[in-house]
T-cell receptor, first 112, second 116 residues
Framework: SQQGEEDPQALSIQEGENATMNCSYK?????LQWYRQNSGRGLVHLIL?????REKHSGRLRVTLDTSKKSSSLLITASRAADTASYFC????????????FGKGITLSVRP | GAVVSQHPSRVICKSGTSVKIECRSL??????MFWYRQFPKQSLMLMAT?????????EQGVEKDKFLINHASLTLSTLTVTSAHPEDSSFYIC????????????FGPGTRLLVL
């Protein structure tokens, strides 16, 4: 079953603007990860944030995690046309053999 | 560069035939690999966990006799779609966890299966 629910489902912005994508989940997690998928391709791991972390940065990416609200956000600053892709959040639960559970994804379009 | 490969990248087959998809970790060993299925514009659904040296673990609702998984070595897992039907047409993606240098999953580029 899907754990993460991203919001919005689709986002269209102008190049140079910031893109904010949100993810909510239902059960306790060990960590939350964001992935990117270009059309018809495999997934690329962007960033992992652990349950005891609140914020993490990687280049133009900023991820926040609020475990009390069971939500995370991914911010892409100064977006580029090449950022156009689908973005997924995925959670790993706290159980011993927990697996990645993906949300439905957000389609980001960055207009040049 | 890619650290997990899949072969073939796309395949078209007739109904009733079997199709084998390979997933390889290129520069690390993976005792566990995961197989996902993705329908157009939808999320990835975990099908099964492939375990080297033991039986695969299937998610609820996934037929193990339909989707045969063999983890032949520490770098290779195969998924065989047996007696394929048009409804099996999908994008199949594998992943392998790599604990070092950081804990992350590396995904293959995916295999597009079309069953006629």
């Amino acid at each position: 079953s899907q754990q993460g629910e991203e919001d919005p489902q689709a986002l269209s912005i102008q190049e140079g603007e910031n893109a904010t994508m949100n993810c909510s989940y239902k059960t306790s997690i060990n960590n939350l990860q964001w992935y990117r998928q270009n059309s018809g391709r495999g997934l690329v791991h962007l960033i992992l944030i652990r349950s005891n972390e609140r914020e993490k940065h990687s280049g133009r990416l900023r991820v926040t995690l609020d475990t009390s609200k069971k939500s995370s956000s991914l911010l892409i600053t100064a977006s580029r046309a090449a950022d156009t892709a689908s973005y997924f959040c995925a959670t790993v639960g706290t159980g011993a053999n927990s697996k990645l559970t993906f949300g439905k994804g957000i389609t980001l379009s960055v207009r040049p | 560069g890619a650290v997990v490969s899949q072969h073939p990248s796309r395949v078209i087959c007739k109904s009733g035939t079997s199709v084998k998809i390979e997933c390889r970790s290129l520069d690390f060993q993976a005792t566990t690999m995961f197989w996902y299925r993705q329908f157009p514009k939808q999320s990835l659904m975990l099908m099964a966990t492939s375990n080297e040296g033991s039986k695969a673990t299937y998610e609820q609702g996934v037929e193990k006799d339909k989707f045969l998984i063999n983890h032949a070595s520490l770098t290779l897992s195969t998924l065989t779609v047996t007696s394929a039907h048009p409804e099996d047409s999908s994008f199949y993606i594998c992943s392998a966890p790599r604990l070092a240098p950081r804990e992350t999953q590396y995904f293959g580029p995916g295999t597009r299966l079309l069953v006629l």
